[in-house]
């Protein structure tokens, strides 16, 4: 049973659409966030909500935005997509309050997204 | 803020030598230090951590991790590699501590470890 799941695995796209990944976590955490890996392997946060509520939002521009409709799920849509926005994106979870923090993240499996 | 660095690209070793993927810290405060590993297509595995306690720390498949505090390191170690070992390996650092923590971390640029049989 995946711990954390992302749809689509891949995408490919034209300039100018616009494209959603989803993500869910079954490990009961209270946190998600959403990470970006470029071309050189480099990750960067992008964005984390906290039981629903956004909590980081990193300088990202705002075409990117994500949605979490409870502590389960965190999606993240993407409008006008551009060249620069091929990366693949990781969604991850982590229990950031209360009893059982452990302090590690746990990542899905990424979702490549290519700009045509 | 909180940074780590990885300074080697690249490392190579010979299958049944040990292996070292170098990792430094640069922190305000007490360092929560993570090792992760990435195989090609798949998302990122914890091998582990260190929060306190004990320097050395163990972790999944045979990994090792020895935190020093003086030389602000968490190096990754294994006795003996295997050619299953070759991936990318990130060290990270949680951003953050307390009430304000997000739980965010953030990772150093990656070490390629090839393992030659």
């Known amino acids: 049973d995946t711990a954390v799941s992302q749809t689509p695995k891949y995408l490919v796209t034209q300039m100018g659409n616009d494209k959603s990944i989803k993500c869910e976590q079954n490990?009961?955490?209270?946190?998600m966030y959403w990470y970006k890996q470029d071309s050189k392997k480099f990750l960067k946060i992008m964005f984390s909500?906290?039981?629903?509520?956004?909590?980081i939002n990193e300088t990202v521009p705002n075409r990117f935005s994500p949605k979490s409709p409870d502590k389960a799920h965190l999606n993240l849509h993407i409008n006008s997509l551009e060249l620069g926005d091929s990366a693949v994106y990781f969604c991850?979870?982590?229990?950031?309050?209360?009893?059982?923090?452990?302090?590690?993240?746990?990542f899905g499996e990424g979702s490549r997204l290519t700009v045509l | 803020a909180q940074s780590v660095a990885q300074p080697e690209d690249q490392v190579n070793v010979a299958e049944g030598n040990p292996l070292t993927v170098k990792c430094t810290y640069s922190?305000?405060?007490?360092?929560?230090l993570f090792w992760y590993v990435q195989y090609p297509n798949r998302g990122l595995q914890f091998l582990l951590k260190?929060?306190?306690?004990?320097?050395l720390v163990k972790g999944s498949y045979g990994f090792e991790a020895e935190f020093n505090k003086s030389q602000t390191s968490f190096h990754l170690k294994k006795p003996s590699a295997l050619v299953s070992d070759s991936a990318l390996y990130f060290c990270?650092?949680?951003?953050?501590?307390?009430?304000?923590?997000?739980?965010?971390?953030?990772f150093g640029q990656g070490t390629t470890l090839q393992v030659k049989p």
């Open positions: 991850a979870s982590s229990q950031v309050g209360g009893t059982g923090v452990t302090g590690e993240l746990f």
């Open positions: 490990l009961g955490h209270d946190t």
């Open positions: 909500y906290n039981n629903k509520e956004l909590i």
């Open positions: 922190v305000s405060g007490n360092p929560y």
């Open positions: 260190y929060i306190t306690g004990d320097n």
């Open positions: 990270a650092v949680r951003d953050g501590y307390g009430s304000g923590n997000t739980g965010k971390l953030i």
